[in-house]
């Protein structure tokens, strides 16, 4: 009892709990067990409790198990003699998500400045600058039109399977798309409707690969597809990354009826195959670009001599 009193007797001055209460986060002070002792207005509106009602219940009272412990394993060090400063992640039974940004600090006995006899926290509610930044990432690592991955978390996802590749000794395959005669559909159709186009285009595409496979849209009318985990055999591989290929090409030879009944989108189409690191992630986008234009420039061919 004698710990108790000797941390709320600095906080009984009406002075100072005026002030805290105008503080714009949580303020609050817990004992050696981390059995509240005092919190600000604040606190306690957000406890949904009065300070009576507040005082000597833990964090048990009010947060799930999960978040309980990992306060308790900061309330820890703090009592160790460590100040804090991290973030917690609540978890409601909801499924609605809590940040904070928590600062700890022991606090000493005023007879032995070497005794720690409480905790004073100091948190704030981060959630929405949180969703902002995590909105903000999505943004930079999407294409703005079809939602696909962009060309910079393309090359990002390549990295990381060239080393899960040097791994495991799997092929990887990267099949490079480029949509023949765009171009006539945006200066005949406009380029709403061209929008249209890439937007299902995108989709059709994401249906035929699995979903270990990414999808990028890379430029206008590009769009590259990443397959791992084929086969450790070269044939195999390369069969199951052109069965997957010609998926996508039947998909995209399909009618876009929604958009103009009347235009039949077709789509050409390179891969290239690797294993781990032998290759750079630049070499492996040149060379199923180069396939690529082979597959146009023989498409080309064919229409032409028809």
């Not at 105008?22 to 509106?45: E, F, G, I």
């Not at 299902?200 to 009318?221: H, K, T, W, Y």
């Amino acid at each position: 009892m004698a710990v108790k009193r000797s941390i709320r007797s600095n906080v009984n001055s009406e002075q100072l709990r005026f002030a805290l209460d105008h503080v714009q986060a949580y303020v609050y002070m817990k004992d050696v067990d981390s059995r509240y002792l005092y919190a600000n207005k604040h606190t306690l509106a957000l406890f949904g409790c009065t300070e009576s009602e507040l005082i000597g219940r833990s964090d048990h009272a009010f947060f799930p198990p999960q978040a309980v412990k990992k306060l308790r394993e900061i309330d820890q060090k703090v009592l160790a003699g460590e100040s804090t400063q991290e973030e917690v992640v609540i978890e409601r039974e909801s499924g609605e998500q809590e940040i904070y940004w928590e600062l700890k600090s022991p606090i000493y006995s005023d007879d032995d400045p070497d005794e720690v006899i409480g905790v004073l926290g100091i948190s704030t509610d981060i959630t929405h600058q949180k969703q902002l930044e995590s909105q903000l990432i999505e943004a930079a690592s999407q294409d703005f039109l079809t939602g696909l991955l962009n060309r910079r978390q393309l090359l990002k996802h390549l990295e990381s399977a060239q080393r899960r590749s040097q791994l495991s000794g799997t092929h990887c395959a990267v099949i490079f798309l480029d949509l023949d005669r765009f171009k006539q559909l945006n200066d005949h159709l406009g380029h709403s409707a061209g929008d249209a186009y890439l937007v299902e285009v995108g989709r059709r595409i994401s249906a035929q690969v699995r979903e270990l496979d990414c999808v990028a849209r890379i430029g206008g009318d590009e769009f590259v597809v990443l397959l791992e985990g084929l086969s450790r055999d070269l044939e195999e591989a390369r069969n199951s990354a052109e069965t997957i290929a010609q998926k996508v090409i039947e998909a995209l030879d399909q009618p876009f009826a929604d958009i103009e009944p009347n235009y039949t989108l077709s789509a050409s189409a390179g891969c290239a195959l690797f294993v781990g690191m032998q290759k750079s992630t630049d070499e492996i986008l040149t060379e199923a670009d180069e396939y690529m234009y082979q597959d146009k420039r023989k498409r080309a061919a064919e229409r032409f001599s028809a």
